[in-house]
T-cell receptor
Framework: AQSVSQHNHHVILSEAASLELGCNYSYGGTVNLFWYVQYPGQHLQLLLKYFSGDPLVKGIKGFEAEFIKSKFSFNLRKPSVQWSDTAEYFCAVNDRTGGFKTIFGAGTRLFVKA | DVKVTQSSRYLVKRTGEKVFLECVQDMDHENMFWYRQDPGLGLRLIYFSYDVKMKEKGDIPEGYSVSREKKERFSLILESASTNQTSMYLC?????????????FGPGTRLTVL
């Protein structure tokens, strides 16, 4: 069965620090990969996604993620975090050929100190 | 803007009660999903639907049923609520054309079963 593993459940950073959140998935087929974010009191929303082409994808608010197929990874990065990046981040994967069932990771809570 | 609305933000029910959670989307999306969100477990798919009157089981369908009589509306039913169904329930929708289409989420319903 597919699974998604997020390495850190809680991350605390100071403003201007660099961020990298790890995500690994287990699935041998062709996948679509997503990062969703949930800001305090707000809906889950898409941050970025990868489905084909350049494995380095850029999303909203200066976030980017790199798909490394050989490592089954899709890590999220931001060079300099802001207090407003405090949120919970979810990595997700679905099978490109198998329909719409999407598997989410457990989430990483990021707290950015001002 | 896509809007996904859920009938209640907070709900308190007693063990054994029948519970209805309603979700409505206004963007003519074919796909609709019900997840539950629990700390440390991320989002887990309960059921999804890719068309009116169609439904597919997700990873944790036990104790739940769904109904999709109209394209814009997807209902989650707890036939006999139990305390282990206390959770945050999220509804989402997406276009069916591609598996990489993002899901749009509602605000969630926090259900407490006493």
């Amino acid at each position: 069965a597919q699974s998604v593993s997020q390495h850190n459940h809680h991350v605390i950073l100071s403003e201007a620090a660099s961020l990298e959140l790890g995500c690994n998935y287990s699935y041998g087929g062709t996948v679509n990969l997503f990062w969703y974010v949930q800001y305090p009191g707000q809906h889950l929303q898409l941050l970025l996604k990868y489905f084909s082409g350049d494995p380095l994808v850029k999303g909203i608010k200066g976030f980017e993620a790199e798909f490394i197929k050989s490592k089954f990874s899709f890590n999220l990065r931001k060079p300099s975090v802001q207090w407003s990046d405090t949120a919970e981040y979810f990595c997700a994967v679905n099978d490109r050929t198998g329909g719409f069932k999407t598997i989410f990771g457990a989430g990483t809570r990021l707290f950015v100190k001002a | 803007d896509v809007k996904v609305t859920q009938s209640s933000r907070y709900l308190v029910k007693r063990t054994g009660e029948k519970v209805f959670l309603e979700c409505v989307q206004d963007m003519d999306h074919e796909n609709m999903f019900w997840y539950r969100q629990d700390p440390g477990l991320g989002l887990r798919l309960i059921y999804f639907s890719y068309d009116v009157k169609m439904k597919e089981k997700g990873d944790i369908p036990e104790g739940y049923s769904v109904s999709r009589e109209k394209k814009e509306r997807f209902s989650l039913i707890l036939e006999s609520a139990s305390t282990n169904q206390t959770s945050m329930y999220l509804c989402a929708s997406s276009f069916r054309a591609h598996s990489y289409n993002e899901q749009f989420f509602g605000p969630g319903t926090r259900l407490t079963v006493l």
